[in-house]
């Protein structure tokens, strides 16, 4: 599939006529918990030329492309990205710790990885993965039964919040990332590890019991988090001075 993606991505590269800056996988495939039936989700940020940039029109600022073999590509331009990453865009963040990389630019991702903790906004962050959970589980838990790929939609977020609780920075792409610190027990690391041998070998549709003691804990622990992601507003700690210099410099290449 490598192969195919990377053919999909100078395609792209050609018939837009941009430059991809950088191109990952994300998703379940990225996070560490890929099904047999899992789509392959490509996200890419990418350039035009300069001129580009200087019409006093609002231009289409995304490629979106859905194709066979369960492969879904899309990607954002560089100023839109930029403009994202601004405000805590976790998706951006995200693709930039994914583990799966089709193809970079130089330096583009280290530049940025380096600017997260400029920008990371943990009140927005914990907002965030916290309702992404609750939604999960809120939407897909009935009756003490759940498709396996919903219950990672609960714990994938649900580890994300104690990992800002803990340490107010971004957390890691990678799932198995999220289960190593000390504050996942080890009794949650050995049910975790049953249900990724589960995942690996079953359809998304699979479901699986969660029982009512489990259920009703991570719900009380999304609720504590709620609290949480209710505190004063965050400030950022940088003016954007080092997005716009990154800017020229890759739109001028």
Not at 93 to 121: A, C
Not at 154 to 182: D, G, H, M, S, Y
Request: glycine share 4%; hydrophobic share 40%.
């Amino acid at each position: 599939m490598r192969e195919r993606v990377l053919d999909e991505l100078t395609r792209i590269e050609r018939q837009h006529k941009v430059r991809i800056l950088i191109a990952v996988e994300s998703g379940s495939r990225a996070w560490g918990f890929a099904s047999p039936d899992s789509d392959y989700d490509v996200r890419f940020i990418y350039a035009h030329d300069r001129d580009w940039y200087l019409s006093i029109f609002e231009n289409r600022d995304f490629i979106e492309e859905m194709l066979p073999d369960r492969l879904d590509i899309s990607g954002w331009d560089l100023r839109k990205s930029l403009r994202l990453f601004s405000k805590c865009n976790l998706a951006l963040n995200e693709w930039f710790g994914s583990p799966i990389v089709y193809s970079e630019t130089p330096g583009f991702r280290d530049r940025l990885v380096r600017m997260i903790p400029h920008y990371f906004n943990p009140i927005a962050a914990m907002h965030h993965y916290r309702s992404m959970a609750d939604r999960a589980i809120a939407g897909n838990l009935s009756n003490g039964q759940i498709a396996i790929k919903k219950l990672f939609y609960v714990l994938r977020p649900l580890l994300a919040c104690r990992w800002i609780q803990q340490t107010a920075t971004q957390p890691p792409t990678e799932f198995e990332k999220l289960i190593l610190p000390t504050w996942v027990t080890t009794e949650e690391r050995d049910w975790i590890a049953d249900l990724l041998a589960q995942k690996s070998m079953a359809a998304e549709a699979h479901t699986i019991k969660l029982d009512e003691h489990r259920a009703n804990g991570i719900r009380s622990e999304l609720e504590r988090y709620k609290a949480e992601a209710q505190s004063p507003p965050f400030s950022r700690k940088s003016s954007g001075t080092e997005l716009n210099e990154l800017f020229r410099d890759f739109v001028s290449r």
